[in-house]
């Protein structure tokens, strides 16, 4: 442990001490909700630690510790405007590697739609809605070093705008002797800009207004492009303590966003005979959220597990937000 301390303290102090000129810049904010309570609970510091399906959503190299087939579902009242939900679905081939479909869905209900001349409402409604789907693939290399990698389709819209575009996630974990520690990195969200359009921005342009006769061109306004929120993320994971009834794990992550501050995310679980869990976690250097907390338990059912996950996370602004996932092992 003494030989990773002093890069764990470089890592946390250019992360602290960075600033980035390019706040708020970037596009598909959705793909930045932390997906699963497990991982909400932990305020995200879960790259080495995370090993179900719910890794497609942060560190794709994770799904290779699947045993066989799993199957998760997540849910939470983003601020009591927004739902959002995302599910995954993992099957590990023996000897060839894992695979797995993920989707994410982030959704709003409809507002009325209001102008200069009609503050009070137009009878007329808008929504909005993101998506993503993605498909991923991870293997041990090695009896120790597994890679991962996802390809997934970005779907955006408000109203009759829309956008669309492609993003990858990789992601590694390398697994020591020494207290299970695990090194990890993940980069998500690696892709082209993207830019809406839609028939909203239709227009009928005169190029003489000083000419009424002048014939009336159609055109459309233009949209600047904007990048997708690349985001990389480095942290290691270990056995604090194991006993044959209670363990307690940690988890240490550094973040780098192309469109934030950097942030240390500090998190931890509680194991009580493999069956109840309690978690908890500390953001560093956050905008808004610094804290999480979480509990689940699992209910075998014959040769199968049947997992609930919750998590309750602060935030000093915004409402508070709570999370439930669901996992299915078989």
Not at 184 to 193: K, L, P
Request: proline share 4%.
């Amino acid at each position: 442990m003494k030989k990773f301390l002093p890069i764990i303290i470089l890592v946390c102090s250019v992360s602290i001490q960075a600033q980035n000129p390019n706040l708020g810049t970037s596009s598909a904010q959705f793909l930045q909700i932390p997906v699963g309570a497990r991982s909400q609970a932990m305020v995200g510091a879960v790259v080495g630690y995370i090993d179900d399906a719910s890794a497609v959503f942060w560190n794709p190299a994770g799904i290779a510790k699947v045993k066989n087939v799993e199957v998760f579902f997540s849910y939470m009242d983003w601020f009591t405007l927004f739902d959002h939900s995302a599910a995954s679905i993992v099957y590990n081939v023996e000897d060839v590697g894992a695979f797995a479909a993920s989707f994410i869905s982030f959704t709003t209900g409809e507002m009325e739609i209001t102008t200069e001349l009609e503050p009070n409402g137009t009878d007329r409604y808008f929504d909005a809605g993101d998506m993503s789907i993605g498909i991923s693939y991870a293997r041990f290399l090695t009896d120790k070093f597994n890679v991962g990698v996802t390809v997934k389709y970005i779907y955006q819209r408000i109203w009759n705008e829309t956008a669309t575009g492609f993003a990858f996630d990789v992601g590694t974990q390398y697994t020591l002797d020494w207290q299970n520690l695990t090194i990890a990195m993940s980069m998500t969200n690696f892709g082209g800009s993207v830019q809406f359009q839609g028939s909203d921005l239709d227009i009928n342009y005169s190029r003489e207004d000083i000419y009424p006769l002048t014939r009336i061109t159609p055109a459309s306004l233009q949209t600047e492009e904007y990048p997708l929120p690349l985001n990389f993320q480095i942290g290691i994971a270990f056995d604090i303590f194991k006993t044959d009834f209670v363990k307690m794990k940690g988890d240490i992550d550094a973040i780098h966003p192309n469109d934030n501050s950097e942030q240390v995310l500090f998190g931890t679980e509680f194991s009580f005979f493999d069956r109840f869990f309690v978690r908890g976690g500390y953001k560093y250097n956050a905008d808004d959220q610094y804290f999480g907390i979480g509990a689940g338990a699992n209910v075998p059912v014959s040769s199968s597990a049947i997992y609930f996950d919750y998590a309750y996370s602060f935030y000093e602004l915004l409402p508070n937000v709570q999370t439930i996932s669901i996992k299915l092992m078989f």
